[in-house]
């Protein structure tokens, strides 16, 4: 079993940046991809970026190419997400996800087995 907990959310301008992290419980963090999803109102949640269990791959969503980076401590067991010009649709609550596939990051949500609860995002115009 893995628990994760996000933080790092909250009210930012357009234009402004955030970090999120996501501190996992397991003691073999390594050995899991681990992702960021999203949930805007009223939409239904999608991939935002993920990582390999090295930190050597990264996949982001074209959305969000060139102003989000994704990086991993495994020293800490933390994934963290690195928002920078942010947009009014980058609002969202933020979920950060773990897989057990040690290579293959996926995009899909049925790959990702354990889940944070999740930290909002709100930027204003």
């Known amino acids: 079993q893995v628990q994760l907990v996000e933080s790092g959310g909250g009210l930012v301008q357009a234009g402004g940046s955030l970090r999120l992290s996501c501190a996992a419980s397991a003691r073999t963090f390594s050995s899991y991809v681990m992702g960021w999803f999203r949930q805007a109102p009223g939409k239904e949640r999608e991939f935002v970026a993920g990582?390999?269990?090295?930190?050597?791959?990264?996949i982001l969503a074209d959305s969000v190419k060139g102003r989000f980076t994704i990086s991993r401590d495994n020293s800490k067991s933390t994934v963290y997400l690195q928002m920078n010009s942010q947009k009014p649709e980058d609002t969202a609550v933020y979920y950060c996800a773990a897989s057990p596939s040690r290579i293959r990051i996926g995009i899909a949500e049925r790959e990702y087995a354990y889940w944070g609860q999740g930290t909002q995002v709100t930027v204003s115009s």
């Open positions: 990582i390999s269990w090295s930190g050597v791959t990264k």
